[in-house]
């Protein structure tokens, strides 16, 4: 039923798959700058580079759905 909707609203597998790979640089570069902050403030940074670290296989799951429904 998502995939339906997703596909409706003109998202297409190419674009779920981009959108992967860029939070994959995306959890990089927040990595990388959870180490530049204060050792107060790190922990909260490497959990939400974690967090965003979540998003690419969830992502490229939903493209391949799309891929299928296309």
């Known amino acids: 039923m998502v995939v339906r909707l997703l596909h409706r609203a003109g998202a297409r597998s190419t ?3 981009l959108a992967s790979l860029a939070t994959i ?3 990089v570069s927040l990595w990388v700058r959870a180490k530049t902050v204060d050792q ?3 922990g909260n940074a490497e959990r939400r580079a974690l967090f965003v670290g ?3 296989p969830m992502m490229w799951l939903i493209g ?3 891929r299928d429904d296309e």
Do not use: I, N
Request: net charge negative.
């Open 15 to 17: 674009h779920l798959h």
């Open 25 to 27: 640089g995306l959890c």
């Open 40 to 42: 107060d403030q790190r």
């Open 54 to 56: 979540l998003w690419p």
């Open 64 to 66: 391949d759905a799309l």
